[in-house]
């Protein structure tokens, strides 16, 4: 089960649902009224888990409490932590450890990537991630850029990235600032290689436990960033918060 998109046809193609919807988990019924192939199992994976909202999942829960026989439900996601407690509670947790890198930077250069390297430091060592954030990478590095710039204008730079995916908006923030954080404790950067430098000379302006603070927030408007009230307000008040981070 995937958030549902539509083909095209006469008519204009509709805009890709980014949730899981209660249809979808209702529409369950049907399947689970049937039986299974030769008696074998019966999965439904629910991937991404975290696009169900709230009455989603709430709907998915009986399913989860009392399971029809021969019935599996796989719920795969990387923010467990937007899933309910109910949820999370019902099931049982297998972390998935990141594949080696010498065959992923392989495949990576298979898939076209001029630098692979940094592309899977970006994605955290996700290899569908950094295959996905290729097509925008540009505009991360012009937007990570302008973080390290002496000239930094939050209400300037919040103009060039309007049409920017606020979800990869913020995660750019948040990758970029857990660099400061690790430059500024360890000496060191995790997401961003390429610009170690301007990342340990951005670092030495601030105090860590600002920058772990800057963080938390950045956490929280993540959770908000799929549906902001003013999507410009909202990348200058972020922006606005990391001038006072470098300049405290």
Sequence with gaps: MAPESRE???????????????????ELADFLAVGTHRGGLRVILVYPAEAMNANTQNALLKNLEEPPSATVFLLVTTQPERLLA?????????????????????????????????MLAGAGG????????ADT????????????????????????VLRVPLWDLVGWLQRW????????????????????????????????????AYLRRLAQA?????????????????LLGYQRLIRA
């Design 86 to 118: 109910t949820v999370r509670s019902r099931c049982l947790r297998f972390t998935l450890p990141f594949p080696p890198s010498e065959p992923v930077l392989r495949w990576l250069k298979e898939q076209g990537l001029e630098h692979p390297e940094a």
């Design 137 to 160: 990478d540009a505009d991360r590095l012009r937007f990570t850029g302008s973080l390290g710039s002496s000239g930094f204008d939050p209400i300037a730079l919040a103009e060039t």
């Design 126 to 133: 996700a290899p569908l991630a950094a295959l996905k954030a």
């Design 177 to 212: 600032s857990c660099d400061l954080l690790l430059a500024r404790v360890a000496g060191r950067v995790r997401y961003n290689p390429n610009q170690e430098g301007l990342i340990v000379d951005t670092a030495r302006h601030c105090d860590a436990a600002d920058i772990a």
């Design 8 to 26: 095209e046809g006469a008519e204009p193609a509709k805009k890709r649902s980014e949730q899981v919807r209660i249809e979808q988990v209702r």
């Design 222 to 238: 993540r959770a908000l960033a799929r549906h902001p009230l003013n999507a410009k307000l909202f990348v200058e008040d972020l």
